[in-house]
């Protein structure tokens, strides 16, 4: 009795096991099975048609069923027989075009010129009408007096739009009482490189951010190597140029939209947004320096200079991140509309919303409302002082120096605020603008102050003078005296 017992539980057993196994292979057909399927995407919901081109249920309208797509082959032609319909799998609404790609609707009805034809791996073809008949055309070039119709629609012009592209549907118009096959279709703008906004954005934008990163690296190298240079403001404004250039850098990754496949415009919008962020909050503790020291008593040139950078890099830095922080959280999580950028052979990528930009943004604009606090104050502070020391004189040629890298830098960030409303003229303006502000910067901090043109003529034994020390900078007494001038 004990053995039949042992003998029914094991059967038990095995059969509980085959059904789980059938269980699982049928699980796995079925995912198999809707991995095999032609994906179709229809513009409204299943149970929706396009009335008036608004998406209705069919309940409101006179038809009775819902649109289904008539599949035809690659090779097929009018009057060919109808081909085997392919498993296909339904998706449901509108296309999402890429930015270079304008949206197109198209219908097709028997008085139609256009065709439209689903294909049996998932393609729609559109059919473009000739001016000419397709038939007659046939005859003048190839001196026959009769094609078959095959032969004249391969030659037909066609497009074929892959999934993702495209959505179709059944469209009724209540005012002519028509019933169409709609269609919206993603079409590539044609790329014209002898139009003057082909030549701006793709020629002279790359030249002139190339000129603005050389601008930016001469400034860094003339402040890093003079060792008559590197003091605090010399290595604030290394940090703050090489910033600069680290922004150009990704500004000009994401100029060729085309080269998309290789490219992230997330993080190249990134890096471009945070180096420029960096780079006023680098201007903003070069404009602290100089306000903290023409308001404290007691003040030292160059004693410590290397714990001040420190602390000033750790501020720097650490807003930098946390604010970049910030917006890539808001941008992940609560941007609810993410723009999309891309191009003709690569799939469209998303970049920093309107959301992200207004954390950097704001940022940016709250520094440059510090720095105005700075320079008034200061300003009012030199007012009132009645005796300088070395170091405030000095200081007063910083002074001057971040005034007007304040001033370059705030136009140039109002110009690239305006660009990004994407008008023609305010793009162009902020082409020229970015490298302007390059540009007078070079000059601010280099060929505008005869103490680095002097340091530099010595180094470089260039744009030497025969002049006498008359006249100088201060400090450059001492240095003309140990350089033997």
């Known amino acids: 009795m004990r053995l039949l017992l042992v003998l029914l539980f094991g059967v038990i057993l095995a059969k509980a096991s085959t059904m789980d196994n059938y269980a699982g ?10 991995l095999a399927r032609v994906k179709i995407a229809k513009c409204c919901e299943g149970t929706e048609l396009l009335l008036d081109s608004v ?54 009805y028997p008085s139609s010129p256009d065709t439209l034809v689903v294909l049996t791996n998932g393609k729609l073809r559109h059919y473009i009408p000739d001016q000419v008949d397709e038939v007659e055309k046939a005859k003048e070039m190839y001196g026959m007096e009769f094609l078959e119709l095959e032969d004249v629609q391969a030659k037909a012009i066609h497009y074929d739009y892959p999934f993702g592209h495209y959505c179709a549907d059944k469209a009724i118009f209540t005012k002519n009482h028509l019933i169409a096959t709609y269609a919206k279709i993603c079409v590539p703008r044609p790329i014209k490189w002898a139009n003057t906004d082909n030549l701006m954005k793709k020629a002279i934008d790359p030249a002139l951010h190339a000129i603005a990163m050389v601008s930016y690296l001469v400034v860094a190298i003339v402040y890093f190597v003079l060792p008559q240079l590197r003091d605090l403001v010399g290595n604030i404004i290394t940090t703050m140029t090489l910033c600069l250039i680290v922004n150009q850098s990704a500004s ?27 780079a006023f909050f680098w201007l903003n503790a070069l404009g602290y ?29 650490g807003s930098t991140v946390a604010i970049a922080a910030t917006a890539i959280f808001a941008h992940f999580t609560l941007e609810t509309k993410k723009p999309i950028i891309g191009g003709v052979a690569f799939a469209a990528q998303e970049t920093v919303g309107w959301l992200g930009l ?16 700075f320079v008034l104050t200061t300003i009012n502070k030199i007012k009132r002082m009645r005796t300088y020391g070395r170091i405030h004189h000095k200081m007063k040629y910083s002074f001057r120096m971040f005034i007007l890298i304040y001033a370059i830098m705030s136009v140039g960030w109002i110009s690239l605020l305006l660009s990004l409303l994407k008008y023609d003229g305010l793009i162009y ?35 030497t003078s025969n002049d006498n020390a008359e006249g100088l900078d201060w400090g450059e007494e001492m240095t003309a005296i140990n350089a033997g001038y």
């Open 289 to 317: 320096y100089v306000w903290n020291t023409f308001r404290s008593r007691n003040v030292f040139l160059r004693s410590t200079d290397g714990r001040k950078y420190c602390c000033y890099s750790t501020f720097v830095w």
């Open 429 to 463: 303006c902020h082409i020229v603008v970015n490298v302007f502000q390059a540009l007078l910067i070079l000059y601010v901090c280099v060929f505008g102050q005869k103490r680095v043109t002097f340091l530099l003529g010595k180094t470089c034994n260039c744009c």
């Open 358 to 373: 207004s954390v950097l943004f704001t940022s940016v604009a709250f520094t440059i409302i510090v720095d105005l606090c």
């Open 25 to 34: 292979s049928s699980v796995s057909g079925a995912e198999e099975d809707e």
């Open 55 to 108: 998406c209705v249920p069919i309940s409101e309208t006179n038809e009775t069923k819902p649109w289904r797509p008539e599949f035809q082959s690659d090779d097929s032609y009018e009057g060919a027989k109808p081909v085997k319909e392919p498993k296909y799998l339904l998706k449901y609404g509108p296309p999402r075009c890429r930015a270079n790609e304008n949206q197109w609707e198209v219908y097709y």
């Open 252 to 278: 000009l990754v994401r100029i060729f939209t085309e080269f998309g496949n290789h490219v992230s415009f997330l993080i190249a919008d990134s890096v471009m947004y945070v180096s420029l962020l960096a």
